[in-house]
């Protein structure tokens, strides 16, 4: 499968071919969060399971309507029986939050990382990024 870029989210190729991660970078908006979902819906027709790394250490913020779409609330609900871990690195206060909320009531072991604890969350994965 290609590598994913689509506005402001790119991926971020791993030694580890069951680990996708993401590096988002400015705003979200609903074409970006669109093309998303149906890249990670493919993954998921394609991979039982799955471990993801979100990078937001320099995320400003989303399109609510981003948040609406069919595709991507699809994505959002698969995950919870393909993803097997979740990281995610510089999420907003209120987003790690969440995420440390969330790891107690889904089925999918979800940590957020400070953006000095990099090197943490690719542990986490069980992945390491590759650089070209």
């Known amino acids: 499968m290609q590598t994913f870029a689509h506005g402001p989210i790119k991926q971020i190729p791993t030694d580890n071919p069951k680990v996708y991660a993401f590096r988002i970078s400015g705003r979200i908006d609903d ?3 669109e ?3 149906k890249y990670m819906n493919t993954v998921f027709d394609e991979t039982d399971k799955v471990n993801m790394l979100l990078d937001l250490s320099d995320f400003t913020g989303s399109d609510w309507d981003s948040m609406l779409d ?3 609330i699809q ?10 871990k979740y990281a995610v690195i510089g999420a907003p206060d209120s987003a790690a939050s969440m995420i440390g909320f969330m790891d107690k009531i ?5 940590k957020a990382f400070d953006k000095t604890e990099e090197t943490g969350a690719w542990n986490f994965v069980d992945a390491r990024p590759v650089t070209a």
């Open 31 to 33: 074409d970006a969060s």
């Open 35 to 37: 093309a998303m979902a």
């Open 106 to 110: 889904i089925p999918v072991e979800a």
């Open 75 to 84: 994505s959002r609900f698969r995950a919870l029986s393909h993803v097997a």
């Open 70 to 72: 069919g595709d991507v």
